[in-house]
């Protein structure tokens, strides 16, 4: 069904051919044409492969159903689409930097803890996927973030971006973790579909989730919200999931990249104009990836969560990478100048009449 458990366990290996071939983006990289549009420099041929990586989750509902009903391998045209599914950013990340991979949808934490320690090399944000669609759901009987103190709440995996909100909510609030210098609350890192079950035995109190799984622990398992991360930021929204490409593949293959953002805007267009049908498509999708259809209750509700959307929201990064060092995850500011390269979705939005977006002095648009 999924390529996940195999590319974790090749992925030393790969990490080693990698440095062998001094990242080379591909094997099945074609030679020959030059740049065309405003995004780059040097060669921009369309590449025989693009190998992606993305969630099962209603936040990369733009990804899943862009990959159920071809629309991105009608925008590739002869670039053959190839996938690969991963429960957290940091597993997508660690796949592109040993390149397994050369484009992935994830969370905005990931990316710049790999641009950090890459010193830009590592990749490119390219375009949004979705705001908003995390919470803090917990036991009922848990009522304040003070009621925290001495539970086991769980994340995706450490480093992603809900484990950076939660770290970041509780000292906030007073209670420390390990990153932080204290053992107040047990953070454990763990794949969704495990924190479910735990929940229910009671081995867990809680987790920062992503949808749908915020919902499925509130729907299937009687948990409530403490905190919908919307309203920690401003305005309610924050970006949860955008488009990243490995740098190397994006300097040798800006049509290719071009052509999957193309079929993303598509894939977003649609949402908008039939959200309920969409909603509909995307748990159709999560049914043949995951072997199960989520319940009327839980997508319905994961749906009103999230705001698809292809700005990247790269106003609220900074504050992003503060979060990681408060959270005992970065030891200083991450520099993100130059992480985005918004040219090519420019480009297209451009073309089609519709509004640009901005990177907010942190790279090209």
Known sequence: MTRTTRLRSVLAALTAAALLTANACS???????TATGSGGSGAASAAGSLRLGYFANVTHAAAVLGVADGTFQRSLGGTKLETSIFNAG??????????AI??????????????????????RVVSGATDNGAALVVKPEITSAAELKGTSLATPQLGGTQDVALRNYLLDNGLKVQTTGGDDVDVVNQE???TLDLFKTGEVDGGWLPEPWASRL?????AKVLVDEKTLWPDQKFPTTILVVSKTYLDAHQDTVKALITGELAVLDEIAKDPTASAGKVNDAIGQLTGKKLGDGVIEAAWKNIIPT??????AWPTQGEHAVKAGLLKSAPDINGIFDLRLLNDVLAAQGKAKVTAAGSGQE
């Open 192 to 194: 969704n579909a495990q």
């Open 218 to 222: 509130v729907v299937e398992a009687g």
């Open 27 to 33: 094997s099945d990289d074609a030679a020959g044409a």
């Open 310 to 315: 292809i700005d990247p929201q790269a106003s």
């Open 90 to 99: 940091p597993a997508a990340i660690e796949a592109l930097n040993a390149g």
């Open 102 to 123: 050369d484009a992935a949808f994830l969370g905005p934490s990931p990316a710049i803890n790999a641009y950090d320690k890459s010193n830009g090399e590592a990749l």
